[in-house]
């Protein structure tokens, strides 16, 4: 039988825009409770508020920067008594900084991108993961990308992020074969998300290009696949997913129409 989320609280970092946020609008339908985690307070509040009004589910917002790794257990062993069994952890924050090649790339953009991409959600995993263990339940949803199987000119960086998050889920995986908790790789294609915005520094036209003359994937897209492996009975784990636009047939080749 499919498995209920009613009543089971996750956490999605990352949760402010993107596939977090649209993880968080599917997951409200389902009656699950929610913490919705980022840095920006404003569009977490948002987003809950909009939750909590149309879908009347049970929201906690935590302005959180998982690059900070005592800011991250400090949290997670101070949420309320009601949030603290978190049944399901959707590991999403994460960023690209810019298309330098190798030998050329600002030293910060490297740290922002090894540091969120890799380390935050290995924090968010050493918090949350030991109290899914002890409860004898748990489900963690990493989100990688194509760009883990595909290393593109001047993404080395953020590829090299991305194939490490892969690792981490095969290692938690193995970590946790003696226990119930299920761990699932999703790696989608292109989404258009605030994503290339962000890589290119807030320019919106060069963001748009990205996904010009092609039909991205949505946030939307992706969470109705982790809303899939979610709901799988408890013996079935949806163990990694490559999800891509149909325009798109690797990091190289997508098909774009003239415009
Ligand atoms: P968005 O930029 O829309 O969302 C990224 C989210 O991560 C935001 O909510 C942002 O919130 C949060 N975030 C970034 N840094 C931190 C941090 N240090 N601490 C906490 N939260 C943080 O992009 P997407 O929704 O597209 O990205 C979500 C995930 O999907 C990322 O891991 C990305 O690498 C991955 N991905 C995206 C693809 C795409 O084409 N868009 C394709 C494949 C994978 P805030 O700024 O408020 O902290
Ligand atoms: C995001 C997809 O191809 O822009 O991970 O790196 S890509």
Not at 112 to 140: F, Q, S
Not at 171 to 183: A, F, I, N, S
Not at 184 to 197: A, K, Q
Request: net charge negative.
């Amino acid at each position: 039988m499919a498995e209920s989320l009613t009543n089971q609280i996750v956490l999605i970092t990352g949760a402010s825009s993107g596939i977090g946020a649209a993880c968080a609008r599917q997951l409200a339908a389902t009656g699950a409770r929610l913490i919705l985690a980022a840095r920006r307070l404003e569009p977490l509040q948002a987003l809950a508020t909009e939750i909590q009004q149309h879908q009347s589910a049970d929201v906690l917002t935590l302005v959180l920067d998982v690059r900070q790794p005592t800011a991250v257990s400090d949290a997670i062993n101070g949420l309320p008594e009601a949030w603290g069994a978190i049944d399901i952890l959707i590991n999403n924050a994460g960023l690209s900084r810019g298309l330098d090649k190798q030998y050329e790339a600002p030293l910060d953009d490297w740290e922002a991108m090894i540091d969120t991409n890799i380390k935050g959600l290995l924090y968010v995993t050493r918090a949350v993961v030991p109290g899914m263990v002890a409860r004898g339940r748990g489900h963690v949803v990493n989100i990688g990308s194509i760009a883990g199987r595909q290393t593109y000119p001047g993404g080395s960086v953020y590829c090299a992020s991305k194939a490490a998050v892969k690792s981490l889920s095969e290692g938690l995986t193995l970590d946790l074969l003696d226990t119930p908790v299920r761990v699932t790789n999703i790696d989608p294609g292109l989404v258009e998300t605030e994503f290339s915005l962000v890589r290119f520094g807030g320019d919106a036209d060069r963001a748009k290009g990205v996904y010009q003359g092609m039909t991205p994937l949505t946030g939307d897209d992706i969470a109705d696949v982790i809303l899939f492996a979610l709901t799988r009975p408890p013996h079935v784990t949806v163990s990694d997913l490559l999800i891509m636009p149909t325009d798109q047939a690797s990091v190289f080749h997508v098909h774009r129409r003239a415009q």
